[in-house]
């Protein structure tokens, strides 16, 4: 199980959003085919359960719940594999040039990618769970008091958990290293994206702990399908055969281990969105118009009025497994007011990503960030990350920072360090690129004495 | 030694009635500076002289006496790591800057080292993101009761040499671009001519003149010309607009003709088909004038002429290394010259009046061209190893490091050799897409150096520049040793990067004497002479950055020696 974690990769607004309009604007003027005999072609990603993979036995919520929209049309199922690190970049490469017709797990959110897109009707919610073992009790904020919580890094039950004095946080990198630390003892509990930590948990955990949904602004989201403006035709068609498919979606949200979002209360709701708010000076989320509340939530308290040109919430996009927090254009405004230190002329951006994690692991990951550090960092760091000087030595991030690795890293490319010599590298080089850069780094690390 | 004898008799004679190879021209310069280049005691500029022959007229310590050399003082700079200057001396008063900024500049009393006045600039806090290859400052230049020198943070300073008061400081270039000043100006007549450093940014280099009263501007020359002007079509779209061309090495100058000689850095970015054409077929699309020499008229800054030597640049073979001018005895013919050891491997000699391309041979292990037609001017490409996006060439001699980097060489009007510190360092490169940010890496490359082919990483080589042919060779066991200094005591002194300091016999190459100075040499020891008594000099303090970008070999340098910086003063 691989889990995508980093939000801003996939959909990274602010700087990719304005690459090619002119393009997109061309492409997504083509004629529409007709396509009432062709199949139903949907963009899912081949690799990242519980939403989707090529397994046959667990294809996943959203190639299942695909097929039986299709099945419902009348016409054959055929998913279009798109791995999702870049969501607005396949849609606009796959979705908006008619690769595929519609792409699965795309927040609901009509600000995001703008008019270009239309969507389905919400197709799942999603959000953030506390996740603790049966006998703990655990069901609010306050019920952390005194515990050790793991909590993702750069997401918003990290912010939300940063004012609060007598919480002890395990950060973590993903949702795996989460659960891995309940099961070794290393934290009491663990607050992350919730329909990974279910699908963990049932997975390879066999049920061992509680999955408890929290609630609330910048928490939870909902998700839908998107198409292209001008597919209103089949948009509303796919929208007729969901409003069928309820208990299929039940049925597939529970075989799935989705956690059934309700339980909190919601004066604690209330407390979690102002907790964040004061929090909007950390480099990553929590912004306050970062979580595009979901006004059809059953649950959600908070007034969506607060996000008038909110990104929607990175995390909740339903296709990004373990995905963190705000929107990048929140981000942007909260670190002008960080007013970190100059670092070359006024046009650098100091703009830390929202949602930073490394890139998972992959040989390929790992590969591509190699290739970015050789091209960009080497000529200080050394070709490979090899060279001889202890202080410019990356291979050393791990024993210098610890768990702080990952934070370390983005806070140091993404601002510099210019009275040592390390200059910003923001805008230079993206958010996708730096989780690829420290999937490298994290690779080569010297293992501690 | 090859030369024929009637040569090095005739520098000989010249010797005797001059101070140094291109110092018999009175009235050229400053007149204090000029003052100065008459004694053979001093060592009044960088390159000791205008021709940066780094050449000593003095001859109290010799090859026979070489042996006795002892230590006479040694003084703390205050900052460690990539300390290259080279002290100058005036009477006797020796004057040094250290690194980092520079951190301080003192005056000493050349004698014992006792300070006389130590200056601290206040430099930018944040320059150092700003400066690709580490944080030092290669020396100060005198003229006119002045020290003159250049900060990392792109500002020319004028100190009063007596009292080491602030008289003015001027802003030479932003160096919030990627730019920062690394060399000492080159004084003519009254003006202070600097470059500025910044290839590796994107920057667009340029020669600028500063008045010696005031520290205003008098001229300023792009080193790549702008749109109108002769030589912009050698730049694909606007890629001219940051193109590097960066003259970060020290100036020449020739008062026979009033011509200033400047290197220019390797163009920017390094992946080439941002520029040209990508390929070894470039066309028209040569990058002017960047890998290049600038011939400049001193009083304007009109560039006379100028050579390429490396078109359409695409291995980091910056051109800057410092021209050697002399006047040497080729096929019978005394013919004044224009030397450079290359980064891109070969050595050049241009008659220095005409510009014209005399000779140019690989003096390390070439292998990215086949040979220079000099007819041409032209390197002949092997386009297996040009690097593009989609191609990765392998096994390219020499590497980025270059044949030789900024280490400077000498030149011995008495043996006719050019003593050079050689890298025999190979590179894989393959170009890569790249972004332009001002103030950020302008590179768009991925390059891996590797050891060069035979035995040796280093050498110290004796080459005849008349007939391109070496004297003698000494295989050092790393590269990035320190630069060169020659006297008419028949000796020949470099540190090399694992800390030693050598004086060798200048005709054989013979080893007469060393001494563990402790951290590696990068810079170019000097000698003078106060009361009648010889020293010889060097400044210690090996670098930190341009290591960290030679992968094992670079471990190999950082693992040899501490950071240091300490000037060590060796007397009879």
Not at chain 1, 132 to 144: E, H, K, R
Not at chain 2, 178 to 194: E, R, W
Not at chain 2, 230 to 238: A, F, I, S, V
Request: a negative charge.
């Amino acid at each position: 199980v691989r889990w995508r974690l980093l939000w801003n990769r996939r959909w990274p607004w602010s700087v990719a959003a304005c690459i090619f309009p002119a393009l997109v604007a061309l492409l997504s003027a083509r004629p529409v085919a007709a396509d009432e005999a062709l199949p139903l072609r949907l963009c899912v990603d081949p690799d990242n359960l519980p939403f989707s993979s090529t397994s046959t036995t667990t294809p996943g919520f959203y190639v299942e719940l695909g097929r039986e929209i299709a099945g419902t049309l009348g016409r054959p199922f055929l998913p279009v594999w798109v791995p999702t690190y870049y969501t607005k970049r396949q849609i606009r490469l796959k979705l908006l040039v008619g690769q595929c017709d519609g792409f699965v797990g795309v927040p609901d959110d009509p600000s995001f990618m703008g008019p270009r897109l239309i969507f389905s009707k919400p197709i799942v919610q999603l959000g953030y769970a506390l996740v603790a073992p049966p006998g703990m009790a655990i069901n609010t904020p306050q019920d952390l008091r005194g515990r050790r919580v793991a909590v993702q890094f750069s997401t918003p039950p990290q912010d939300l958990l940063a004012g609060a004095t007598d919480v002890q946080t395990v950060t973590v990198l993903s949702p795996e290293e989460a659960v891995q630390d309940l099961e070794q003892g290393k934290a009491d509990a663990a607050f992350i994206w919730g329909a990974s930590a279910g699908w963990l948990n049932s997975s390879t955990l066999h049920g061992a702990y509680r999955v408890v949904p929290f609630p609330g602004d910048h928490m939870q989201w909902s998700a839908a399908i998107a198409f292209p403006k001008d597919r209103s035709e089949l948009r509303d068609q796919v929208d007729h055969a969901l409003s069928g498919l309820g208990a299929t979606i039940d049925r597939l949200t529970a075989k799935y281990d989705f956690p059934v979002p309700a339980p909190v209360s919601v004066p604690v709701n209330a407390e979690a969105a102002n907790t964040v708010a004061p929090n909007a000076s950390l480099p990553k989320a929590g912004a306050p118009d970062a979580g595009a509340p979901d006004a059809r939530a059953p649950d959600a308290a908070a007034p969506n009025a607060s996000a008038p040109n909110a990104g929607p919430p990175n995390a909740g996009a339903p296709n990004v497994g373990a995905p963190s927090a705000g929107a990048p254009n929140a981000t942007a405004a909260n670190s002008e007011a960080r007013a970190a230190p100059a670092g070359g002329d006024d046009t650098q951006s100091q703009t830390t990503p929202a949602g930073f994690a490394p890139a998972p692991p992959t040989a390929q990951n790992i590969a591509a960030g190699h290739k970015l550090f050789n091209e960009i960092c080497s000529h200080c760091h050394g070709p490979d990350a090899v060279q001889g000087e202890q202080r410019r030595n990356l291979r050393l991030l791990r024993q210098r920072y610890g768990d702080e690795m990952p934070q370390t890293f983005i806070t140091t490319v993404t601002h510099g360090r210019v009275n040592k010599g390390m200059p910003n590298w923001s805008g230079i080089i993206s958010t996708d690129e730096f989780s690829k850069i420290l999937a490298f780094l994290t690779s080569v690390q010297e293992p501690g004495s | 030694m090859t030369t024929p004898r009637s040569t090095w008799l005739g520098y000989l004679a010249g010797v005797a009635v001059a101070a140094g190879v291109l110092a018999a021209v009175p009235a050229f310069a400053d007149d204090a500076l000029d003052q100065a280049l008459q004694s053979d005691n001093n060592w009044p500029m960088y390159g000791r002289t205008y021709g940066n022959t780094r050449f000593s007229p003095l001859h109290q310590i010799t090859d026979q006496n070489v042996s006795q050399l002892k230590l006479a003082y040694a003084f703390q700079l205050g900052a460690l790591r990539s300390n290259e200057a080279t002290p100058i001396v005036i009477g006797d008063t020796l004057y040094i800057p250290s690194s980092s900024g520079p951190r301080s500049v003192y005056a000493l009393d050349a004698r014992t080292g006792a300070m006389r006045w130590q200056y601290q600039p206040i430099i930018a806090e944040d320059f150092e993101p700003f400066v690709c290859c580490d944080l030092d400052s290669r020396g100060v230049t005198y003229a006119d009761g002045k020290i003159l020198f250049g900060t990392l943070d792109g500002r020319l300073i004028a100190l009063d040499a007596k009292t080491g008061k602030e008289v003015w400081k001027t802003e030479v270039v932003d160096y919030k671009q990627g730019s920062a000043i690394t060399s000492p100006p080159l004084v003519v007549k009254h003006l202070a001519i600097t470059g500025f450093a910044g290839g590796e940014y994107g920057v667009r280099g340029a020669i600028q003149a500063f008045d010696l009263d005031t520290g205003k501007l008098a001229w300023r020359t792009y080193t790549i010309p702008g749109p109108g002007e002769p030589g912009n079509d050698t730049w694909k779209g606007d890629s001219w607009q940051h193109g590097g061309g960066a003259a970060w090495q020290v100036g020449s100058y020739d008062p026979q003709t009033n011509t200033v000689f400047y290197g220019t850095s390797n163009p920017g970015p390094w992946n080439a088909a941002v520029r040209s054409t990508g390929t070894s077929d470039y066309g028209t699309l040569t990058n002017l004038y960047t890998s290049s020499t600038l011939a400049l008229d001193a009083d304007t800054g009109k560039i006379k002429w100028a050579i390429q030597q490396t078109p359409a640049e695409a291995w980091d073979y910056d051109g800057v290394n410092e021209n050697v001018l002399a006047d040497i005895t080729i096929d019978g013919q005394k013919t004044p010259v224009m030397m450079k050891a290359d980064r891109d491997g070969f050595f050049f000699v241009v008659n220095r009046e005409t510009g014209k391309l005399i000779s140019a041979k690989p003096f390390v292990p070439v292998n990215w061209a086949t040979g220079y037609d000099i007819a041409k001017g032209r390197p002949i490409e092997d386009p297996a190893k040009r690097p593009r996006v989609d191609y990765k060439a392998t096994d390219i001699c020499p590497s980025w490091m270059g044949g030789k980097n900024w280490q400077p060489v000498s030149f011995n009007p008495q043996t006719g050799l050019v003593y050079i510190t050689t890298n025999n360092m190979c590179q894989d490169m393959q170009a890569a897409e790249v972004t332009y940010r001002r103030g950020t890496f302008y590179l768009g490359n991925d390059a891996a150096v590797n050891p060069g082919h035979g035995d040796h990483l280093g050498q110290l080589l004796a080459l005849d520049p008349a007939t391109q042919k070496p004297a003698w060779t000494i295989n050092l066991p790393l590269p990035w040793n320190g630069g060169t200094m020659t006297t008419a005591g028949n000796l020949v002194f470099f540190g090399d990067i694992m800390g030693q300091f050598h004086a060798l016999d200048a005709k054989t190459g013979k080893s007469l004497w060393q001494m563990n100075v402790g951290s590696g040499v990068g810079a170019g020891p000097m000698t003078f002479a106060v009361d009648g008594k010889q020293y010889v000099a060097i400044l210690v303090g090996r670098a930190e950055s341009p290591p960290a970008y030679m992968g094992e070999v670079g471990k190999k340098i950082i693992a040899a020696t501490p950071e240091g910086g300490t000037l060590f003063v060796f007397s009879l």
